[in-house]
């Protein structure tokens, strides 16, 4: 066994350093011409481009067509999607990346922007346009031409692995930061792929589960933002791995040939997620191209890029036998011809790429960072740092020397450079402060000695390159009962761990090392590892452990150096990531007992968070501040630095509910809910997801939906309303910086029930929302303008969209719950 076709999904190495090479192909035939779209043609969203396209495609061969309904791997094996196009017809080859927060390539470093979740919390269109226009740039500098995100799916549960990688659990901020990105980033004439078409909404089972929506919730929550992105032109559709209502999205006439194309209008072209083709008559359900052969790691250049299973030799047969009709390819083909079309691929001379911009794309990944910052809580004015308390600090936690830039799976871009926060710190505290550091948390701690592991266990190399099978099988003896973490280092490949009940998965996707606090009793344990290595590169495994006297030492260490200080920072992470949820919402580890122990000894204590979505937080009430940096980027250390000493005033705001306890939430306690029992689930919260439920439910989160602090205070005046032309609201409210720095306010206005709806509602929903800068003492008037759409629920009956009529209690305000004003609004 190679390991090649075997790789589990979620196991995914593919960091191998490659040298770029490159020939773009872009001739055209000659004589013939082309009113090529220009680059940012996305304005031109869905108008019928596709003549030449069709032209082209009928000069095809067979195998032509077919050659660019599946990827095939790049000659360079840098990326994830390879058409090689067709020379003869003056067809280039065309590159597509994964993203969503930068261009990531093998061996390849690019901008490694802020997480998704970061830029939808600064609630600014023009911070993800230029998001969007340095993807685009960046991909197009560096010879791609489609960049495969935003992902867009809704934050239904907390838990979720890929919530740092989509925006929000309000449809409307997923939409307004889905087409600005896309804006952004087609602008610069780099096509983008909206995914994960529908309902990805959890990775624990996202290959089998089948998710039962129902129809209203669709349209009002998961739906949102792929309509608008449809709307706005994105190139392609990345159908998703679960099953949707009975079917694989991915095979789902009703999904992709109803709703998408014929609802909405897509013009662009569909591929499956990697290896979620569910059969070859996929092609006559809506899905245009397959995504999936080989990792770009696992083959060697100059060997051919491996077969396609189904939309490959499958699919010429079944044209051929007639059991799939040749115009469903040549359809598909068009289609992704189309956009090439669109984007100026075809013509005669193709706009010249760009080169990168590093020092514009660094500033914006900073200001992405440093407005997409939440500060969560500052008591007392504990922040922004000032006089002694930003002279004397202790930094502790191991993300304030090893930065935590992105989050881990295909969205792990290999980043330019990043700084450490400590070092940021140290700069900016500047001559004659103390800053010192203690790591408060080991993540590997000490390789398991010897006579703990029965038989011996060699720690270090384990497989020849391209090997799997069984690595270890034996105990391992525990000396007294405590919680311990349990650490695997697995590089160049995967292992599985099994240590009684409990199963560690270590790679990179994981993260440099994989250590759950494990709960163990005294005695020995049955430990079997078995692993794989890539096929370019040998495993190697190290069994570390952190016991719980190491533990105690590490934490009392830092304890110490925060005594000794007047401030203590703390950093604390979470490893989001694809192919798997967090077991819990609790910060990984020992951090909770450590941000604990820190703010007993300094009551001056400050917790800067690198998580990726929401994280319970036992010790809040002891702390001053909390700033939620999120995975900040490749300028995360400059932002978080600036955001501590008020260089820049925070503006963030929570794009999602934060749950005050492990099973408050709307997808807690049930099973069938979530993770789903036997690969089936149902949304049984329907409509009410996210701040609906904590509404509905009269619960209160620890920080509510819009949340988000500045170290100046805002005034708000009551909503002026009146009803637009087309249908919509224009909301109105005065605002004034009643502090003593200039900062940002997001307005945001509320929606309420209708009297006359009978299908559920939420108790009210963002309908509108808008970001204002004030200097202090500066009042401005801000108008947000609602769509009609907004004051429309699904009557899933009727299966369309009615106005909720009747009068509407419309709130303004700073968070969800913390509303300054209302209005009667009449509703017709
Ligand atoms: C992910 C996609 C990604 C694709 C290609 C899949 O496992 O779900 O988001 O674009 O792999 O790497």
Known sequence: MTGKTRIPRVRRGRTTPRAFTLAVVGTLLAGTTVAAAAPGAADTA???????????????????????????????????????????????????????????????????????????????????????????RDGRALNQDMVLGPMMNNIRVPHGGRNYETFSEDPLVSSRTAVAQIKGIQ??????????????????????????????????????????????????FMCAYNGLNGKPSCGNDELLNNVLRTQWGFQGWVMSDWLATPGTDAITKGLDQEMGVELPGDVPKGEPSPPAKFFGDALKQAVLNGTIPESAVTQSAERIVGQMEKFGLLAATPAPRPERDKAGAQAVSRKVAENGAVLLRNEGQALPLAGDAGKSIAVIGPTAVDPKVTGLGSAHVVPDSAAAPLDTIRARAGAGATVTYETGEETFGTQIPAGNLSPAFNQGHQLEPGKAGALYDGTLTVPADGEYRIAVRATGGYATVQLGSHTIEAGQVYGKVSSPLLKLTKGTHKLTISGFAMSATPLSLELGWVTPEAADATIAKAVEAAKKARTAVVFAYDDGTEGVDRPNLSLPGTQDKLISAVADANPNTIVVLNTGSSVLMPWLSKTRAVLDMWYPGQAGAEATASLLYGDVNPSGKLTQSFPAAENQHAVAGDPTSYPGVDNQQTYREGIHVGYRWFDKENVKPLFPFGHGLSYTSFTQSAPTVVRTSTGGLKVTVTVRNSGQRAGQEVVQAYLGASPNVTAPQAKKKLVGYTKVSLAAGETKTVTINVDRRQLQFWDAAADCWKTGTGNRLLQTGSSSADLRGSATVNVW
Not at 85 to 114: C, F, S, Y
Not at 191 to 206: D, G, L, S, V
Request: charged share 20%; glycine share 8%.
């Open 46 to 136: 869905n108008v019928q481009y596709t003549s030449r396209a069709a032209e082209l495609v009928a000069q095809m061969t067979l195998d032509e067509k077919i050659s660019f309904v599946h990827w095939a791997l790049d000659p360079d094996r840098q990326n994830v999607g390879y058409l090689p196009g067709v020379p003869r017809l003056g067809i280039p080859e065309l590159r597509a990346a994964d993203g969503p927060n930068g261009i990531r390539l093998v061996g390849r470093t690019a901008t490694a922007l802020p997480a998704p979740v970061a830029l939808a919390s600064t609630f600014d269109d023009t911070m993800a346009d230029s998001y969007g226009k340095v993807m685009g």
């Open 187 to 236: 602008g610069a004439g780099l096509m983008t792929t909206a995914k994960h078409f529908a309902a990805n909404n959890q990775e624990n089972n996202r290959f089998s589960v089948n998710a039962t929506v129902d129809e209203q919730t669709l349209r009002e929550i998961e739906f949102p933002a792929f309509e608008a992105s449809s709307k706005a032109g994105a190139a392609s």
